[in-house]
């Protein structure tokens, strides 16, 4: 799993970019993320696509480590990427 680290107060994007295995081209139909601290959702939201970057702006309230996910939709697959996010 990716690791990002925010300062508490920070208010950042960010981004992800998605890449196909073969190199194959490919369109993003939808992309949401939720932000989680142990198992409360903290903050969800919808992601701006760009191509292949999916884009997701957060500001964490409170210390510790939280976890981002990220759902999008390509053709008829539901995927998802976890990043975790530790605030300090």
Avoid: W
């Avoid at 107060?9 to 369109?27: A, I, Q, Y």
């Avoid at 292949?52 to 995927?79: F, W």
């Amino acid at each position: 799993m990716n690791k990002i680290r925010f300062i508490l107060g920070e208010d950042k994007h960010v981004k992800l970019l998605v890449r196909s295995p073969n190199d194959e081209p490919f369109t993003i139909l939808t992309a949401s993320y939720e932000l989680a601290r142990y198992t409360d959702i903290v903050v969800q939201g919808e992601c701006d696509i760009n191509e292949h970057y999916l884009d997701c702006k957060i500001a964490p309230k409170e210390k510790g480590t939280h976890i981002l996910e990220v759902t999008y939709t390509v053709a008829d697959s539901i995927r998802k990427a976890r990043i975790e996010v530790e605030v300090v």
